[in-house]
């Protein structure tokens, strides 16, 4: 019987949940004051299940560094009163606001940020200092991808989709204390209570996403963890980045102290040249270089699965393409 | 690229959505206006976005046959005021109310019915007469399992861990004229209209057991749809009933005329005899077949994929436990 298969409340699935979660808290260095949940319905979900639990009608900032930190910000405008706490989105550059840039309220219950901006492709460089104000950290496209002082934060979650695991499974890390009693009104399934007194297991949970964590978990270990990825991803990255620097076709349009090492974004200045790019790289067996259609231009998002010779392989394709249309 | 790798916004998964949708559609027989949905978060969650989109702070009206369906009511209470409209828990024979027996409130928003009771071990055989109140079902755990007329109800609903694809994947079919405004304090990924507008795609599907699902619909039509699968789920199930009949040390306290197919339910009578075959049929290679803690005795679940030769073996190893323990 396959994990696909079997009751989640088996013996041997009960073995898999409780392994996924003891080398996520050895990996990830998660301290014992924070819970661990496997839940359900994507970082979009937590957009929802964080002012339903956190803010309870009060305050929170939202720092709106991409599109999906914006996504966040909205949807807790349904549950209270957020405020934007600063913005990486107006200027010609992407870029993370710095600290004296961010507009911070003492008396808001959390402050809400997005690491990894994968349409944007900016990446935190700094953990904003929040003055105590509890930090929500949506690491949904970088988590796993190097270390990170937990610690610092009282939530961080993801959608396991692009580090950990197939889609279907979200992980919530949660620090004790920030755990707060919850209004009757939130849907059972929303309130992160009832998921810890669960175990991540109220209902049937996504078994084989988990399974799966688990043994991405193994393989990330086998590399010699965060520290190891992390060396791997900016040697990654670089192959990008360093063409990019010199191209005389290609430019990326990010604020490079704060680039992403995860979703390297680009650009020839010229939407039917960046439409022909992308076009004759699928027809050579790499797809899904258009940037994300509400920012046009190019995007590789090169996660920790993909391979260093796919990304030389890209640039190799770049500077062909580059001698054929560089003016 | 696998289908747990590759992007959801790619041709090749558009074909397997639209693909397992169609094959849906096709041995369900599910008419055009009904809307598709593949969601995540489990029945428990379609408890509560039932109510919040259907009832909205209203009354509806819930017949209790089992652990599931009383969940259900329960979460409708977060959401308005909804009513027992009958029970099938309240006698020594697990049952489901005749239609005589209920008790429908003619302006109620909608009926809330579980099909098949996984713990109780019994399943609707007939379709309430709701004198056009809408009829919501949960058939979570007999779906795709004998032909059913959509067309009964205003939505059918089911989390696909029985008898569709592995678990993370909820499927809910809704019939257009059913779907209402719904107030902006819903959260996005539990409003019917955007999952609807989205196609299934606003975040990320569960990709993986929607692939699966398509595989299973075409294991099904293999074996001749719905009907063909009627016909080896009674024949499986009538192994175990026919037994339970001329057994002197099993039996059922199931009401046989709403009898499950999919989970048979039994008991020696004798709390200790119960749990030494529960663990002698273990040690055979037979688990799982204790009962739920609700109700303790004996379960054996054998959804679709559970073969008529699993059942045979179980009944001659209750044979054989009967000539030693039979008074």
């Given at each position: 019987?396959?994990?696909?298969?079997?009751?989640?409340r088996?013996?041997?699935?009960?073995?898999?949940?409780?392994?996924?979660?003891?080398?996520?808290?050895?990996?990830?260095?998660?301290?014992?004051?924070?819970?661990?949940?496997?839940?359900?319905?994507?970082?979009?979900?937590?957009?929802?299940?964080?002012?339903?639990?956190?803010?309870?009608?009060?305050?929170?900032?939202?720092?709106?560094?991409?599109?999906w930190?914006?996504?966040?910000?909205?949807?807790?405008?349904?549950?209270?009163?957020?405020?934007?706490?600063?913005?990486?989105?107006?200027?010609?550059?992407a870029?993370?606001?710095?600290?004296?840039?961010?507009?911070?309220?003492?008396?808001a219950?959390?402050?809400?940020?997005?690491?990894?901006?994968?349409?944007?492709?900016?990446?935190?460089?700094?953990?904003?200092?929040t003055?105590?104000?509890p930090l929500?950290?949506?690491?949904s496209?970088?988590?796993?991808?190097?270390?990170?002082?937990?610690s610092?934060?009282?939530?961080?979650?993801?959608?396991?989709?692009?580090?950990?695991?197939?889609?279907?499974?979200?992980?919530?890390?949660?620090?004790?204390?920030?755990?707060?009693?919850?209004?009757?009104?939130?849907?059972?399934?929303?309130?992160?209570?009832?998921?810890?007194?669960?175990?991540?297991?109220h209902?049937?949970?996504?078994?084989?996403p988990?399974?799966?964590?688990?043994?991405?978990?193994?393989?990330?270990?086998?590399?010699?963890?965060?520290e190891?990825?992390?060396?791997?991803?900016?040697?990654?990255?670089?192959?990008?980045?360093?063409?990019?620097?010199?191209?005389?076709?290609?430019?990326?349009?990010?604020?490079?102290?704060?680039?992403?090492?995860?979703?390297?974004?680009?650009?020839?200045?010229d939407?039917?040249?960046?439409?022909?790019f992308?076009?004759?790289?699928?027809?050579?067996?790499?797809?899904?270089?258009?940037?994300?259609?509400?920012?046009?231009?190019?995007?590789?998002?090169?996660?920790?699965?993909?391979?260093?010779?796919?990304?030389?392989?890209?640039?190799?394709?770049?500077?062909?393409?580059?001698?054929?249309?560089?003016?």
């Open positions: 019987m396959s994990v696909m298969e079997m009751s989640h088996s013996k041997v699935f009960d073995d898999i949940i409780k392994t996924a979660e003891a080398k996520l808290r050895s990996v990830m260095g998660i301290p014992e004051n924070y819970k661990v949940l496997f839940l359900q319905g994507g970082a979009t979900q937590q957009f929802a299940m964080i002012p339903m639990n956190f803010m309870q009608g009060g305050t929170a900032d939202y720092v709106v560094t991409g599109t930190s914006k996504k966040a910000y909205q949807e807790a405008q349904k549950f209270g009163e957020p405020k934007e706490a600063g913005n990486g989105l107006d200027r010609d550059e870029y993370i606001p710095r600290q004296d840039e961010l507009t911070l309220n003492p008396d219950d959390y402050v809400h940020i997005c690491e990894n901006n994968t349409i944007a492709g900016t990446k935190w460089d700094y953990t904003p200092d003055n105590g104000v929500i950290n949506d690491m496209s970088c988590i796993l991808s190097e270390p990170v002082d937990v610092k934060y009282a939530m961080i979650y993801a959608g396991a989709q692009k580090n950990m695991a197939p889609a279907g499974l979200t992980v919530a890390i949660i620090r004790d204390d920030f755990l707060k009693e919850v209004p009757a009104s939130v849907p059972t399934m929303l309130n992160y209570n009832i998921q810890v007194k669960g175990e991540s297991m209902n049937t949970p996504p078994c084989w988990i399974y799966v964590l688990m043994e991405v978990l193994t393989w990330i270990e086998g590399k010699g963890g965060l190891a990825m992390k060396k791997l991803n900016e040697e990654k990255a670089a192959v990008l980045y360093d063409y990019l620097a010199e191209s005389t076709l290609f430019k990326t349009q990010v604020d490079l102290k704060s680039k992403s090492l995860m979703n390297v974004c680009f650009n020839t200045g939407a039917e040249l960046d439409a022909a992308a076009k004759e790289a699928a027809d050579k067996g790499m797809p899904n270089l258009k940037g994300h259609r509400s920012v046009g231009g190019l995007r590789a998002s090169i996660y920790n699965a993909f391979p260093i010779e796919g990304v030389e392989a890209l640039v190799e394709f770049m500077r062909e393409f580059e001698a054929k249309h560089a003016k």
